[in-house]
């Protein structure tokens, strides 16, 4: 049985920091790498976002979503996208039924991979509009719509959507403003040649592991709540919404460079969800006080994919982290 968290702040966030950590070294027993999207991945969940992740196959995504799962002992659901998947595939279908006793027909409603506590949206960007935006109500409502009906989706609700940067003909991407509902956007490298080695070894080799559960999702919500509770000081509230603004071409306090180089900022969006994320990062280090180094060291998973580089940041070779890295440098 998990024990309860303490109530006094302090206490509260040295238990979390703690679980944090064992989280991520019972990850660590089957991810090799990654530690920065880990941690970000947590960030993410325990501050009630969903993320994006973009990285080539076999980066092990589905190991570290299903291994994630495990430490939190939460129902999880793998959905392959593909063209011709329709809304009903991922939320649910009702089917005809007979009722044995009395002999009529009636419909039931049969739920889909979404309702689920962590869903893997695996390759978002190859299946059309109308079952994108299935998905992203479940997101955003934490509900379901079928044949005029509402179905709740169980909380804590998780989703984990991945692109494929390669072979993009014949995909749908997310357009900004489908992008702009998921907290963080996280690019996931190749490993080093002595973590490779180890993945090797390890996928090559007998040899079983054992997860841990170490949270329930009593616990896990009520960290949710917690995170809520964290203070954020003036001064970090002003840099943190001062750096979202100068993102924003043609305004009075975006640089030079900004206006230059984007065609679009960010939106209040991404004030929200700094400010969330550092909370739960200040959590998970076993503070309960919010400073710039939290809000630093999210601002390019929250801000990467909601500001758009124009032809003159393409033409020198300009990407939106570069952008990202000169405004906080300037902060």
Known sequence: MNQPIPEAPEKAAEFFSTSFQNIKDEIGKTVVGQKDVIDQLLISLFSRGHCVLVGVPGLAKTLLIQTLAKTLNLSFSRIQFTPDLMPGDITGTEVIEDDKETGRKHFKFIRGPLFANIVLADEI???PPKTQAALLEGMQEYNVTASGQTFHLEKPFFVLATQNPIEQE???PLPEAQLDRFMFNLWLDYPTLEEEKTIVNQTTSPRKVEIRSILEKEQILEIQEMVREVPLPENVLHKTVKLVNQTRPKTDIAPDYVNKYLSWGAGPRASQYLALGAKTRA???????V???????????????RIVTNYAAE????TTVDIINRLLKNL
Not at 315 to 318: F, M, P, S, V, Y
């Open 125 to 127: 960007n190859r299946t």
């Open 291 to 305: 400073d710039m180094d939290d809000i630093k060291a999210l601002a390019v998973p929250v801000l990467r994919h």
């Open 170 to 172: 014949g995909t749908y």
């Open 283 to 289: 959590l998970s280090q076993g503070r309960f006080n």
């Open 315 to 318: 033409a020198e070779g300009l």
